[in-house]
């Protein structure tokens, strides 16, 4: 087994309207992208699995190619546009009409053609899957991996308009090693708006360890080997776009757990991801600057998380 971590998600090409009202244009995005970012802050060798038209501009190729991914998992096709969104939210960092502009059909079409898993990408150790899809044939392949040893990352999106099968995915979070569901889903399948709740609702669905996406308001963890909890507050940072903060946490969250087996310290490399995600407009460089303070935030991150009961 190698040291190669997996990321699957979609490439999206976003127009990002700001809280100042500008529009922010032709922005490569994406979970996949994202959480491709959210890996690579942490760890060398990502490998990013994914498909897209073959229409992305020089500024995007730039972008992916910059975070020095394998990215022969990657397939482009002539025959279908990259998806399109335009990202739009509320006071409350809610996004505005799902985001997506790209017809459903095109999108449909793309996430319908299938991907495969080479002979390299085989011996991963592990894989951080960002789908809507439980049925997917790359599901499969992830759950194959996970039998014979790979870590296995969930980041479920439970969206109303996007997921077939609300009930296949919530099996799916059963059956991974991790999970990392944003509040509104887990909120709503536990039936609470209580942290502790929430958390003892995913606890029970048989993890290892979940981490609670809650925006602004933090993250909520815990993992059965230490059987804590913990809230993470967000980082002091100056939030410019909230786009893709979701996705890099995820990255950084699987990452993480893959080095510590701790959802404290797990979730603080997630929330860095995260921190230096919303820093920018767009996804941020992988600099030697900002791997300077990737560092530093994580000692910040470490020092104001706060314990609560489960």
Not at 140 to 154: D, V
Not at 287 to 310: C, G, H, W, Y
Request: net charge negative; aromatic share 8%; charged share 20%.
């Amino acid at each position: 087994m190698s040291d190669t971590f997996l990321v699957y998600g979609k490439i999206i090409i976003d127009d990002i309207r700001l809280r100042s009202g500008a529009i922010v244009s032709s922005k490569l995005g994406g979970g996949g992208p994202q959480a491709a970012f959210g890996m690579r802050l942490w760890h060398d060798d990502v490998a990013l699995l994914t498909r897209s038209g073959d229409d992305l501009d020089p500024s995007h190729l730039r972008t992916l190619h910059d975070l020095s991914l394998d990215l022969s998992g990657w397939t482009r096709y002539d025959d279908l546009p990259t998806p399109r969104g335009l990202m739009e939210y509320d006071e409350h960092e809610h996004m505005h009409n799902r985001g997506l502009i790209t017809g459903r059909g095109d999108w449909d079409r793309l996430l319908s053609r299938p991907l495969t898993l080479s002979a390299r990408h085989q011996q991963a150790a592990g894989i951080h899957l960002i789908t809507e899809f439980a049925r997917e044939s790359l599901v499969a392949n992830a759950r194959e991996l996970q039998h014979r040893g790979a870590l296995c990352s969930l980041e479920p999106i439970f969206d109303d308009h996007s997921c077939p099968d609300r009930p296949a995915l919530l099996e799916l979070a059963r059956q991974v090693d991790i999970v990392t569901p944003d509040w509104p889903s887990a909120s709503t399948f536990a039936g609470s708006d209580q942290p502790i709740d929430v958390l003892r609702y995913w606890a029970a669905l048989g993890p290892q360890a979940v981490a609670i996406r809650h925006g602004a308001h933090g993250s909520y963890v815990w993992d059965r080997r230490h059987g804590r909890a913990w809230h993470i507050p967000i980082l002091p940072v100056q939030a410019v776009d909230p786009t893709g903060a979701g996705n890099a946490y995820g990255g950084g969250w699987c990452i993480g757990w893959w080095r510590f087996g701790d959802s404290r310290l797990a979730s603080c490399y997630a929330n860095v991801a995260a921190a230096l995600m919303v820093s920018h407009a767009g996804m941020p460089a992988l600099t030697d600057e900002n791997r300077r303070r990737a560092e530093s935030l994580f000692e910040v991150a470490q020092r104001q998380t706060v314990r609560i009961d489960l």
